[in-house]
């Protein structure tokens, strides 16, 4: 099982720079970038992800098993983000730096209204639960946490664009990383026939050791594209 955060104050101390304000978190789309029409399936799966959303928010375990985690994030690419998304991360960064197990179970909670997919919200939650000994509930944010980040490494091994792991929101790449026990080091893009890839590279927390991760983020661009077009 990967590891997922574990400590309140350890949970945020790799975190890259924070992207500038995009359509759902996704960054680095010239201004002039042709939009091109949303997939068929685009709204079907925003419907699943409302769903999806509306059954995790009970905290019911039973409603892991029952939710297809990468369907459920990129349904979640199209639909919109709260208007003051950004406010609402920043009081759980607050929370965090001030070590408020109360804190960030608010601060979480605020999130994870607007967005069940948030995989540092499950996590940060869960580590502040346990802390409070409600392990129940800790228990079932952790699953989702969980679920969420297999659902980005379910294939290939993220070494190479070939056997890319397709992120739909840059921070689900950072999260990656933290659950591998990596620390951010720089982020590059390419673009390989009609595909882009954000090129991580990242440092193991316990050695040093040196690794590269790659990230199909075509679908999160085009998404982006059409937002700036309107």
Known sequence: MLVLVSSLTGACSSQPPPAPAAA???SGVKPNTPATPRPAYAETDAGYYRARASALATEAMDEVARTDFWRFRRGRLYVPDAS???ELEA???EAVKNESAAGIVDASAAILLADQADINAHALRSAALRKTDHVADADFHASVAQAL???IIHAGDGRGAKSAWTAYRVKEEYE???SLGARFVSQSRITEGDRSFDVLDAEKVADGSKLRFYFDV???LAEEARAAAH
């Open 176 to 178: 990656v990383l933290k």
């Open 84 to 86: 003051n998304v950004w």
């Open 218 to 220: 075509t679908e999160a």
């Open 24 to 26: 759902n978190g996704a």
């Open 91 to 93: 009081r759980l960064a």
């Open 149 to 151: 980040v297999d659902s």
